[in-house]
T-cell receptor, first 115, second 115 residues
Framework: KAGVTQTPRYLIKTRGQQVTLSCSPI?????VSWYQQTPGQGLQFLFEYFSETQRNKGNFPGRFSGRQFSNSRSEMNVSTLELGDSALYLCASKLTPGQGRTEAFFGQGTRLTVV | AQSVTQPDIHITVSEGASLELRCNYSYGATPYLFWYVQSPGQGLQLLLK??????LVQGIKGFEAEFKRSQSSFNLRKPSVHWSDAAEYFC?????????????FGAGTQVVVTP
C-alpha cells in the first residue's frame, strides 16, 4: 500500500510570506503528527490530529497551525515566515494515536527554505 | 528534566565492523523506546521498538537493541555494517502516560561507513 505522501517536497519562500504543507497518511490511518527537523534543534513535535481535531500541541508559536480533513489528510500552515522556520517538516501517520504502542510511519518530508 | 541523549554525534566505522550506537533517557518511568534511521533526503524508518518483555529486541536490516533498566539505556547494535547503513540514527521515546504517543527524539548519530 502507498506510504505517507507529503507535498511539495521542496519549497522556497520569502520572509513574511505564508506557506501550506500537505500530508496524506497511509490509507486507513486516522492520526497525523507533524515534526520540525532543524540542525540546531533536531526533531521537535509540532502537533497531532485525530478525527479532525488537534489532540496535542508542541511548544511552537501561534504562527504554526494545522488542520485535518474528513479523509484524514492534514495540512500545516506557517504564517509570517521567519528565516528560522527553514527546516524539514515531517509528517507521521498512525492507525490510531494509541499510547505510543502504535507504529508511526513517516513521510519523506517537505524541505522549506525561507530567504 | 525529561530527556533523550545520544552521546555520539558522529561515528565512523569500517564496512564489516560492528556498530554500537548509544541512547540514554531520563524519565520517571520506563518509556516506550524506538530507534529510527534517516537516509539523506528521506523520512524516518523504524528499525525496532521496545515496549516491555524481553530486553533484547530484534529489528530490521540486522539491527538489534538492548534495554537496560539499571542504566536507562537502549543501545543499538549491528554485528557487521554494510555501506548502505550510512545514515543518521535517532533514538526516540514515548511516555507510557502519553495517550497521544508524542515522540521525543535524541539529537541523532551520524554514521559514516568507510570501505
Amino acid at each position: 500500500k502507498a506510504g505517507v505522501t507529503q507535498t511539495p517536497r521542496y519549497l522556497i519562500k520569502t520572509r513574511g510570506q505564508q506557506v501550506t504543507l500537505s500530508c496524506s497518511p497511509i490509507s486507513g490511518h486516522r492520526s497525523v503528527s507533524w515534526y520540525q527537523q532543524t540542525p540546531g534543534q533536531g526533531l521537535q513535535f509540532l502537533f497531532e490530529y485525530f478525527s479532525e481535531t488537534q489532540r496535542n500541541k508542541g511548544n511552537f508559536p501561534g504562527r504554526f497551525s494545522g488542520r485535518q480533513f474528513s479523509n484524514s489528510r492534514s495540512e500545516m500552515n506557517v504564517s509570517t515566515l521567519e528565516l528560522g522556520d527553514s527546516a524539514l517538516y515531517l509528517c507521521a501517520s498512525k492507525l490510531t494515536p494509541g499510547q505510543g504502542r502504535t507504529e508511526a510511519f513517516f513521510g519523506q518530508g517537505t524541505r522549506l527554505t525561507v530567504v | 528534566a525529561q530527556s533523550v541523549t545520544q552521546p555520539d554525534i558522529h561515528i565512523t566505522v569500517s564496512e564489516g565492523a560492528s556498530l554500537e550506537l548509544r541512547c540514554n533517557y531520563s524519565y520517571g518511568a520506563t518509556p516506550y523506546l524506538f530507534w529510527y534511521v534517516q537516509s539523506p533526503g528521506q523520512g524516518l524508518q523504524l528499525l525496532l521498538k521496545y515496549f516491555s518483555g524481553d530486553t533484547l529486541v530484534q529489528g530490521i536490516k540486522g539491527f538489534e537493541a538492548e534495554f537496560k533498566r539499571s542504566q536507562s539505556s537502549f543501545n543499538l547494535r549491528k554485528p557487521s555494517v554494510h555501506w548502505s547503513d550510512a545514515a543518521e540514527y535517532f533514538c526516540a521515546v514515548v511516555m507510557t502516560t502519553d495517550s497521544w504517543g508524542k515522540f521525543q527524539f535524541g539529537a541523532g548519530t551520524q554514521v559514516v561507513v568507510t570501505p
